[in-house]
């Protein structure tokens, strides 16, 4: 099958990396890829690769080059990732099977604002030219227009394994935690380290990732180096993971979180909000859900787990299970698969 992949985010996050994971699983598959991206690390996960602008002014000449590539390559299906690429779906006018991937829901929290109610009102026509919704999570299908959900599915998101070492802890060591997120405000970094702080427990925090906060984290880096460490960016974050104990995402807006599922991967427990999206994936078997993220609540928890570190060994073992049976990058890649063959 030939299939081309079309993902325009701004940034490299979950979206991006999903594109990437699922363009090297049909890869290996024998599937022939075409990439369209904002972003030049998809090149190596792909057969040809073609540079797109991610201005929504650009959209014209967009569709001319995916046009022009589904004939040359003869394409069997458009396959469109994230709310940029799902908004041109409209001006694609292709004699293919055209699937998009919806990530997050049209809201996050407890307020609807007007920008909200305008835009799922407007995707019910934007989504019309799609065959196929892909939804990695259950909170984003429910959020869909009725009229969308007709031709929408769950498909969770999946990751390569990281190979995990499982029960690392023992009774007499700290208990070793980790973040690998993007460093801004609503994922929750800063209420985690203070939360750790405060905690007073036998701990340590190792931080990966980059973001607008940095030099926040840093700072508290060098006030408490005993409780942290920072790595930067990491392309590959398995070492982390597997020097770890627990992963921690305080976040307050997800889909189906990548990092969570790299560390179920790892046979990590993971410390997340009670959020849509990451409470369809933790639960108290293979971790600890918190009612928000506020510093005192963190520091709470964090002290309780560092009380019972017999636990993590428990919830590890089921983190890994979890991964194996309904989060592998094979299985989310045969369930696409499915639905290009529809």
Excluded at 34 to 43: E, F, I, Q
Aim: proline letters at 4%; charged letters at 20%.
């Amino acid at each position: 099958m030939h299939i081309l992949i079309i993902d325009l985010g701004a940034v490299w996050g979950g979206q991006e990396i999903y594109s990437l994971n699922l363009m090297s699983a049909l890869r290996s598959e024998g599937h022939f890829v075409v990439s369209v991206s904002s972003n030049g690390k998809h090149k190596l996960s792909a057969d040809m690769y073609c540079y797109a602008n991610i201005e929504y002014l650009s959209f014209i000449s967009l569709n001319k080059l995916v046009r022009e590539l589904v004939i040359k390559f003869g394409i069997d299906v458009v396959h469109v990732n994230g709310n940029r690429a799902m908004y041109l779906a409209p001006l694609l006018r292709v004699p293919v099977k055209l699937v998009a991937t919806k990530h997050l829901p049209f809201f996050v929290g407890l307020s609807r604002p007007l920008k909200y109610r305008f835009a799922r009102w407007l995707s019910g026509w934007q989504f019309s030219a799609l065959d196929h919704i892909i939804c990695v999570a259950g909170a984003t299908y429910d959020d869909l227009p009725n009229v969308c959900k007709e031709k929408a599915s769950v498909i969770p998101n999946g990751v390569p394994d990281k190979r995990a070492v499982l029960a690392r802890i023992s009774g007499d060591e700290e208990v070793k935690l980790c973040y690998v997120a993007r460093l801004v405000e609503h994922k929750g970094i800063l209420p985690l380290m203070h939360g750790v702080v405060a905690a007073g427990a036998v701990c340590h925090l190792s931080i990966a990732g980059d973001g607008p906060l940095r030099e926040d984290v840093e700072a508290l880096v060098k006030t408490h180096p005993q409780l942290f460490s920072y790595h930067g960016f990491v392309a590959d974050p398995a070492g982390i993971y597997n020097q770890a104990d627990i992963c921690c995402l305080p976040s307050l807006s997800e889909g189906m979180p990548l990092n969570i599922l790299e560390a179920f991967s790892c046979g990590l427990p993971v410390l997340a909000v009670d959020i849509p999206g990451v409470n369809e994936v933790v639960n108290s078997r293979n971790g600890w859900l918190l009612s928000d993220n506020s510093s005192e609540t963190i520091a709470r928890e964090v002290k309780s787990i560092c009380m019972q570190v017999e636990d993590i060994s428990k919830k590890s073992s089921e983190a890994r299970l979890n991964y194996e049976c309904c989060y592998s990058v094979d299985l989310m890649t045969q369930r696409t698969l499915d639905i290009y063959g529809r």
